[in-house]
């Protein structure tokens, strides 16, 4: 499976939960995550995509992960439509 595909699924998945997602780039800041999403609770998420099969983080989406954990940021990687799934029914609970 390739990681647009998780990518076209996670935004599908979003938005039909009322949500909307952005592609998201920064030139001249490598490793940031690939898509922001607006959830309806008011939630925003920096959310990184990964292929299921040799999908990994590079050092500087590692460094991402950690500085938006450090700065008290909701931050995602997901692999799989089963995470994907999993973490969209996690963050409805949260606001439920």
Known sequence: MLEKTIE???KWTVERAG???????????RGVS???ACMPDGSTWFVELKRPKG???????????????RLNQKYSCLWTKEQIDAW???VSERSG
């Open 88 to 90: 969209l029914k996690a």
């Open 8 to 10: 076209d699924y996670f």
């Open 55 to 69: 999908g990994k983080l590079s050092a500087l989406q590692q460094l991402f992960a950690a500085d938006m954990k």
């Open 34 to 36: 690939d898509r922001i």
């Open 19 to 29: 949500g909307k997602t952005w592609k998201f780039t920064s030139p001249s800041n």
